[in-house]
């Protein structure tokens, strides 16, 4: 598609279900990054895609937290035992190659998530 | 932590005038990038800068970049109503911050008409 689209743009959920949410790249955009947002703050980063494979998951809270990119487009960030916390804007990005080659992200509208 | 610390916080100027916003960073970095938000939702790239770029011009946006002081800026000129947004900048860092980009907290504007 012509941007980055991330669906649901808003997910409402009680404390301890389980959320999944999904982010379609740019075509032919080889890597894809997952933020979380919270309120009054910047981006925080939690993983990053090189084609299927996460490069770095590094920034991901705790277990609870995983995501996958099967066939090197779509991915999925899912959230087990979700808790108020996790209440943010999930936000997604992808770039035509990794970090360090000069490439800007071209980011969603992100999912906003409310635990409750 | 973030790496970046943007400066100052808020901003509020009137239509016409120039806007300049601060960052800090602390590692070495291939480039630096600076991107704006409305809405608390999507991010939009407005300009990169390498690190063996001092300063770099797109349109109204005009980014400088001194990596002995780990800092950049970020001035719009001639601001507009519609420049109203956050503002973050993005370090894309070597060694082991390396990998993805890192944000500062932001810089409210607002522009008055």
């Known amino acids: 598609g012509a941007g980055v689209s991330q669906t649901p743009s808003n997910k409402v959920t009680e404390k301890g279900k389980y959320v999944e949410l999904r982010c379609d790249p740019i075509?032919?955009?080889?890597?894809l990054y997952w933020y979380r947002q919270s309120l009054g703050q910047g981006p925080e980063f939690l993983i990053y895609?090189?084609?299927?494979?996460?490069?770095?998951d590094s920034g991901l809270p705790n277990d609870r937290f995983f995501a996958v990119r099967p066939e090197g487009s779509v991915s999925t960030l899912k959230i087990q035992r979700t808790e108020r916390g996790d209440s943010a804007v999930y936000l997604c990005a992808s770039s035509p190659q990794g970090p360090g080659l000069g490439y800007g992200y071209t980011f969603g509208s992100g999912t906003r998530l409310t635990v409750v | 932590s973030q790496q970046g610390e943007e400066d100052p916080q808020a901003l509020s100027i009137q239509e016409g005038e120039n806007a300049t916003m601060n960052c800090s960073y602390k590692t070495s970095i291939n480039n630096l990038q600076w991107y704006r938000q409305n809405s608390g939702r999507g991010l939009v790239h407005l300009i990169l800068?390498?690190?063996?770029?001092r300063e770099k011009h797109s349109g109204r946006l005009r980014v400088t970049l001194d990596t002995s002081k780990k800092s950049s800026s970020l001035l719009i000129t001639a601001s507009r109503a519609a420049d109203t947004a956050s503002y973050f900048c993005?370090?894309?860092?070597?060694?082991?911050?390396?990998?993805?980009?890192?944000f500062g907290a932001g810089t409210i504007l607002r522009v008055k008409s």
């Open positions: 800068i390498r690190s063996n770029e």
């Open positions: 895609f090189q084609g299927t494979g996460a490069a770095d």
């Open positions: 075509s032919g955009h080889t890597a």
């Open positions: 993005a370090t894309d860092a070597k060694g082991e911050y390396g990998n993805k980009l890192v």
